[in-house]
């Protein structure tokens, strides 16, 4: 974080500044950084107490002092010999921060700001503009999928005064969400990737989605950048609604930024790269999975609105070998199986996307497996999506099927009630059982895709399966 003084961190946050036993000053200065969590504190650091849905932070802030804590940002004073700035609500105050460290890093006229949301592929886009942008000048990136109310600001955080290009994923909990992120960094471009049914459960539908997503383009100014895909019809539609300057990615030739003769293969994807200036280079993308293409335009379009040229903007995507932990992951090795893990969330376009991947890149004569677990957040869209990807395994001629967890068993019916296949599929109630079930049945050459939505905990049965065949 860049250097505040605690009367100035008080300020930004509207609270009371308490120095109650503490060898600080007002006036004293503090760098950083910031936490939520304990265990990470060091000495010199901010503790910010953020309740949690099964804990308290200021439970752990005694843990913050010990470990050398400056100051504490609390809800309530705690009788601690700390700096401790009280405010009414802390995941607010760590927002009012953000705010206030990007406005002062704007300031020196040479910060960027890029937001990234769609309801698939905020990560892996994410992870590839980083992988350009780092390569001509200083750049600050979210850790992780840190895309939330607590996660962005944390990303803001790290910004230097030196920082040339902050990245920021914007992921939305509901409407509002994403606007209330953009208040606090508003984005000189802003991209938006697709509109699914990730979480329609909790929007209340696709239109309800699309509306919130909407949010990344509608205060942008004329002398901003929306980079939107052509492909989705929803997100085309948000040209309408934004006084932006519209750039265009995608497969189809209204894209001004677009790819051309895409091959998936097992180790990565090859597409001609064609820029809105019309320079066109081949890119060897080792990302797995045809999808993940879309995520590599939207990056190159972002990135050439920066200025960056097209031999930056290749190498840059070409030197990510994976999307993120547990995002189409390949593991194992031994024997010929290969793991993809790609377990650490799923929708139905997500989880279509992997089974078409898997389906693509068969060995002529070897099996392909979908090990697959629940689709959670999907409300009353939950059964019919189920099924449809039951199916879909069965139209793709997977060669075997194992569903796992009651949530998911839906997948399982729809496929024995498919009069094509006759015991393909399996259902075993836990991730356990799953592994014991394909350790003694997995047979050299297999292909084994591991997908389910974070909370059926399948990404550990992955990784467990990547240690097996390793």
Not at 119 to 140: I, M
Request: proline share 3%; glycine share 10%; aromatic share 4%.
């Amino acid at each position: 974080m860049i250097a505040l003084s605690l009367a100035e961190i008080a300020r930004a946050v509207s609270g009371e500044l308490r120095l109650d036993g503490s060898t600080l000053t007002a006036g004293s200065v503090i760098t950083g950084p910031v936490h939520t969590d304990s265990r990470g504190v060091e000495p010199g650091a901010i503790f910010v107490a953020k309740p949690g849905e099964v804990t308290d932070g200021h439970l752990f802030a005694p843990t913050a002092v010990e470990r050398g804590a400056d100051l504490l940002i609390v809800e309530r004073h705690l009788n601690l010999p700390v700096a401790q700035v009280i405010v009414p609500d802390v995941v607010v105050a760590l927002g009012a921060l953000a705010a206030e460290v990007v406005t002062r890093v704007r300031a020196h006229g040479r910060l960027k700001i890029i937001g990234v949301t769609g309801s698939n592929g905020k990560t892996t886009t994410k992870n590839l503009l980083r992988a350009v942008l780092e390569r001509v000048g200083p750049t600050v990136a979210a850790r992780g999928s840190f895309n939330n109310w607590v996660g962005a600001p944390m990303t803001m955080l790290d910004l230097s005064e030196d920082t040339r290009f902050l990245v920021v994923e914007m992921g939305a909990s509901g409407t509002g969400s994403i606007a209330r992120l953009t208040r606090l960094a508003r984005p000189d471009i802003g991209i938006v990737l697709n509109v699914g049914l990730a979480h329609a459960g909790e929007f209340g539908g696709i239109e309800a989605t699309c509306d919130t997503k909407t949010e990344m383009v509608t205060d942008l100014v004329e002398t901003d950048v929306a980079v939107l895909n052509a492909d989705d019809p929803r997100v085309a539609g948000m040209a309408a609604k934004t006084r932006a300057e519209v750039v265009w990615f995608g497969q189809g030739d209204a894209a001004a930024v677009r790819a051309s003769d895409v091959q998936a293969t097992r180790s990565g994807t090859t597409f001609v790269l064609r820029l809105a200036s019309g320079e066109s280079r081949t890119v060897s993308f080792r990302v797995l999975g045809e999808h993940h293409v879309t995520n590599a335009l939207a990056a190159a379009a972002a990135a050439e609105r920066l200025g960056v040229g097209i031999d930056d903007i290749v190498a840059g995507l070409e030197s990510v070998a994976r999307a993120e932990r547990w995002r189409m992951e390949v593991l194992g090795g031994r024997d010929g199986v290969t793991i993809i893990n790609d377990a650490y969330n799923a929708s139905p376009d997500s989880m279509t996307a992997a089974l078409k991947t898997l389906a693509q890149i068969r060995e002529p004569g070897m099996r392909t497996v979908a090990v697959l677990g629940e689709m959670a957040e999907l409300g009353e869209l939950s059964g019919e999506e189920h099924d449809r990807i039951g199916l879909l395994a069965v139209r793709l001629n997977i060669s075997q099927l194992i569903v796992v967890g009651a949530a998911a068993r839906r997948m399982h019916i729809s496929t024995i009630n498919e009069g094509s296949w006759d015991g393909e599929s399996a259902f075993v109630d836990t991730p356990d059982a799953a592994y014991e079930l394909l350790r003694d049945s997995l047979q050299p050459g297999d292909t084994v895709l591991v997908k389910s939505s974070n909370s059926a905990g399948l990404r550990f049965l992955g990784d467990r399966l990547g240690d097996l065949f390793s």
